[in-house]
């Protein structure tokens, strides 16, 4: 089984609607991330959390939300999507034990705003 | 800021061809440095890592030599192969532990058998 997992893989929306992006981890890692990322830009950074109660945004935190409900749980809302929102979406964790620079992903959500 | 520029793509290679992609950074202090790929359909995984200034990372062939002087990070491979296809980023780690992996925009590679 992966080890950080998203869900949904893919989404398709309509512009307006409140959509909810999930990431769940058993790395046991503390710190969680989202980032976005679109076609010759990279990927930016919306927000990052060191553990459950330290959540920070990111570049691009606009338009986002975010809920670290728990340790292995971080979900990513759009409160009203917009078209250019479409992009793929990744989750990645570190450990701060570690060092915390080595981040792992999870395979992407593709959303799409119609 | 902390950044990390990387050369543009897409690099289109035969097989067994030599890779150079380059990566530059500007950062305060000593940065890790590393390179990710993304292979079609997933999430980025790391390649190669360096922690500190003469570090050469390797892994599958592909190797990046931490190079303070000229803050480079250019990842090279002897003999691409097909399977060597995808996207490849460059990101560092910066040393004032803002806790965050700052990318560059990613260079793509495609390899004709």
Request: glycine share 10%; with cysteine.
């Amino acid at each position: 089984d992966a080890d950080v997992t998203q869900t949904p893989r893919n989404r398709i929306t309509k512009t307006g609607k409140r959509i909810m992006l999930e990431c769940s981890q058993t790395k046991g890692h503390d710190r969680m991330y989202w980032y976005r990322q679109d076609p010759g830009l990279g990927l930016q950074l919306i927000y990052y959390s060191f553990d459950v109660k330290d959540i920070n945004k990111g570049e691009i935190s606009d338009g986002y939300s975010v809920s670290r409900q728990a340790q292995a749980k971080f979900s990513l809302s759009l409160e009203s999507a917009i078209p250019n929102q479409t992009a793929l979406y990744f989750c990645a964790t570190s450990d701060s034990r570690q060092g915390a620079y080595e981040q792992y992903f999870g395979p992407g959500t593709r959303l799409t705003v119609t | 800021g902390d950044s990390v520029t990387q050369m543009e793509g897409p690099v289109t290679l035969s097989e067994e061809a030599f890779l150079t992609i380059n990566c530059t950074y500007t950062a305060t202090g000593y940065p890790s440095l590393f390179w990710y790929v993304q292979y079609p359909g997933e999430g980025l995984q790391l390649l190669l890592k360096a922690t500190k200034a003469d570090d050469k990372g390797s892994n599958k062939g592909f190797e990046a030599t931490y190079r303070k002087e000229t803050t480079s990070f250019h990842l090279e491979k002897g003999s691409v192969q097909v399977s060597d296809s995808a996207v490849y980023f460059c990101a560092l780690f910066g040393s004032g532990n803002t806790g965050k992996l700052i990318f560059g925009q990613g260079t793509t590679l495609q390899v004709k058998p």
